[in-house]
C-alpha cells in the first residue's frame, strides 16, 4: 500500500524542480523555451500566444507556490 503522504510529497518537489526548471529556461532564453515546449503540445502552436512580458520575481514565487500546492492537492 502506498504512503499517500510520500506521494504527495514526491509529486509537489517534482512539479517545484520542473516549475524552477522552466522559468529558469524562460528567463534565459524565451524563444527556444517556446520552441521546447512546443514539441510537447501536439497541435497548438505555441509561439502564436507566447507573451513578451519578462517573469517577474513574484510571478514566479506565486507559481512555484501554486504548483506545489495543486500538486499536493492532486
Given at each position: 500500500m502506498l504512503n499517500y503522504k510520500v506521494v504527495?510529497?514526491?509529486?509537489?518537489?517534482?512539479?517545484?524542480?520542473?516549475?524552477?526548471?522552466?522559468?529558469v529556461l524562460v528567463s534565459i532564453s524565451p524563444l527556444e523555451a517556446v520552441r521546447f515546449f512546443n514539441t510537447w503540445i501536439h497541435g497548438i502552436?505555441?509561439?502564436?500566444?507566447?507573451?513578451?512580458?519578462?517573469?517577474?520575481?513574484?510571478?514566479?514565487f506565486i507559481?512555484?507556490?501554486?504548483?506545489?500546492?495543486?500538486?499536493?492537492i492532486v
Open positions: 504527495c510529497l514526491s509529486l509537489a518537489i517534482t512539479a517545484g524542480i520542473v516549475s524552477i526548471f522552466c522559468a502552436d505555441l509561439t502564436l500566444i507566447a507573451s513578451a512580458k519578462p517573469i517577474t520575481l513574484a510571478d514566479f507559481g512555484l507556490v501554486s504548483v506545489v500546492v495543486f500538486s499536493i
